[in-house]
């Protein structure tokens, strides 16, 4: 499967913590973060993580540093 078009999703939980989620073109979620987490950086340190041994090419939305929340 080609993860052309997909992007890691970072971004905060309605109860103030943070996740992940790697999204294909189509929008449909291919892996998320197994558990929430308090602290931004040890969110993107799982994401980095997962990344590396997974999918090193795509790329990251950080929706938190736009306020968004999805």
């Known amino acids: ?14 109860g103030g ?6 999204r294909s073109a189509t929008g449909e ?3 998320a973060s197994a558990a ?5 950086s040890a969110c993107e340190a799982d994401l980095r993580a997962f990344m590396t041994d997974h999918h090193p090419d795509v790329g990251v939305l950080d929706t938190t540093a736009t306020g968004l929340m999805r």
């Open 29 to 31: 979620t291919l892996a």
């Open 1 to 14: 499967m080609s993860h052309e078009q997909s992007k890691f999703v970072l971004y905060r939980e309605l």
């Open 36 to 40: 929430g987490h308090r602290e931004k």
């Open 17 to 22: 913590g943070y996740r992940w989620r790697l």
